[in-house]
């Protein structure tokens, strides 16, 4: 029996790569217009080459921007850049289609429902407090927690400590199959493939179900148990 539904945050309840994509255009236009003597595509470049390098939630990408590029920060252009990333994520920030009732629903089968996340502390708490999500969850496990990333065992069994309850009884969503899926599975949970978040093109991603939007949470829980 499924008793609870743990969610991977970022491409999964949140569409991330569209907000950060769209975040980091506007901080770049933001920067050419404070000076910045590069072409656009060359500056985003060199920005993905520091998420490449760094990870995609390092937060002093544009100190090292300029860093890299002038050997010193210019804080005409970094602030420029901050205050129109900041802009652009919350105008961008958003959950994916029917998150919102699909965790209203899965509340009234009563599922208890957890984060477990990559991403640091505050990242984490800052994106489902501006969607309103943060109420929704018994416990939210982020890097700064666990001190280990997916798919390490480690945050999973942070996870099922909070909710009390055994593996067997919990059903892992994420859309990385090498972390989310991988991960979930080692400790003994049942796996759902966010293939509406997959930014990888998995083919195979291993899990017990691969769904196309997370309001096919509901009917999965239904059958596994039996409910009409």
Do not use: H
């Not at 050997?71 to 029917?98: N, T």
Request: charged share 30%; with cysteine.
């Amino acid at each position: 029996m499924i008793k609870a539904i743990i969610f991977d945050l970022d491409n999964t309840l949140i569409d991330f790569m569209d907000f950060k994509t769209r975040a980091v255009d506007a901080a770049v236009d933001a920067m050419i217009d404070a000076g910045l003597l590069i072409t656009k595509d060359e500056a985003k470049q060199r920005i993905k080459n520091i998420y490449d390098l760094e990870g995609i939630e390092y937060q002093r990408v544009f100190d090292r921007f300029l860093l890299d590029l002038y050997g010193k920060i210019d804080y005409r252009m970094i602030s420029a850049a901050i205050f129109a990333y900041r802009k652009e994520r919350e105008a961008a920030l958003r959950p994916y289609p029917k998150v919102f009732p699909t965790l209203i629903e899965l509340l009234k089968l009563g599922m208890r429902l957890a984060v477990v996340s990559d991403a640091p502390a505050k990242e984490a708490w800052l994106r489902l407090s501006y969607e309103k999500l943060q109420y929704f969850f018994d416990a939210v496990i982020t890097f700064d927690d666990s001190g280990e990333r997916k798919p390490s065992p480690k945050p999973f069994n942070m996870a099922l400590e909070k909710l009390e309850l055994e593996a067997k009884n919990c059903l892992m969503i994420g859309d990385w199959a090498e972390r989310d899926v991988v991960g979930a599975k080692s400790v003994g949970m049942k796996t759902a493939f966010a293939r509406y978040g997959d930014t990888f093109g998995t083919q195979n991603p291993g899990s017990d179900y691969d769904i196309n939007c997370i309001s096919e949470l509901i009917e999965i829980v239904k059958r596994e148990n039996n409910i009409k």
